[in-house]
Nanobody, 128 residues
Framework: HVQLVESGGASMQAGGSLRLTCKAS????????MAWFRRTSTKEREGVAM???????SYTGSVKGRFTISRDNSGSTLYLEMNNLKPEDTAMYYC???????????????????????WGQGTQVTVS
């Protein structure tokens, strides 16, 4: 099993920057893909960004050029650098992980939250 714990959420002014962190423990390894999803009261688990086991990132269109996903060399800590925050970025942000053997053969994993087997409890980001 893999345990995920997010941190770094806060209330921010529009235009500000924030970095979210997700620490993984348990059977986590670099053979896992990891991702950030977000959820609002009106939108269920939208994929924000993912990074595969080779370090290749992908982003949903609304955050391209503003958000950067990365992970440390051990593969156990995931980051989301968020710049030029907008009110529509307000959401609960969740870290997710799944074995690369599950994620990488399939396309569009960022848009298929049910593929991801491990989830954190979330961290709230509020932009006003």
């Amino acid at each position: 099993h893999v345990q995920l714990v997010e941190s770094g959420g806060a209330s921010m002014q529009a235009g500000g920057s924030l970095r979210l962190t997700c620490k993984a423990s348990g059977q986590m390894s670099s053979d896992y893909c990891m991702a950030w999803f977000r959820r609002t009261s009106t939108k269920e688990r939208e994929g924000v960004a993912m990074i595969d086991k080779n370090g290749m990132p992908s982003y949903t269109g609304s955050v391209k050029g503003r958000f950067t996903i990365s992970r440390d060399n051990s593969g156990s800590t995931l980051y989301l650098e968020m710049n030029n925050l907008k009110p529509e970025d307000t959401a609960m942000y969740y870290c997710a992980a799944e074995k690369a053997s599950v994620i990488m053969p399939l396309g569009g994993a960022l848009y298929r939250p049910t593929l991801w087997g491990y989830w954190g409890q979330g961290t709230q980001v509020t932009v006003s």
